[in-house]
């Protein structure tokens, strides 16, 4: 039984689950196949929605 709840995170608007995050790559899974990708090029769910959040107050401002 696995009770690891996966990471997503988006790849260039692709939501995708990261299988292990490393300094400069990552292991990533779409669609059931499995990729190895620049951590960098990574924006994790968490951080975009901050990032949806700022933006909309900066355009309340």
């Not at 090029?41 to 951080?47: G, I, K, M, P, V």
Request: include cysteine; proline fraction near 3%.
């Amino acid at each position: 039984m696995n009770t690891t709840l996966p990471v997503k995170a988006f790849y260039f608007g692709i939501e995708v689950e990261i299988i292990c995050q490393m300094t400069h790559c990552s292991l990533i899974r779409f669609n059931d196949r499995s990729f190895v990708v620049p951590t960098a090029d990574l924006a994790l769910e968490q951080n975009f929605k901050k990032t949806a959040e700022c933006a909309d107050i900066a355009w309340a401002a």
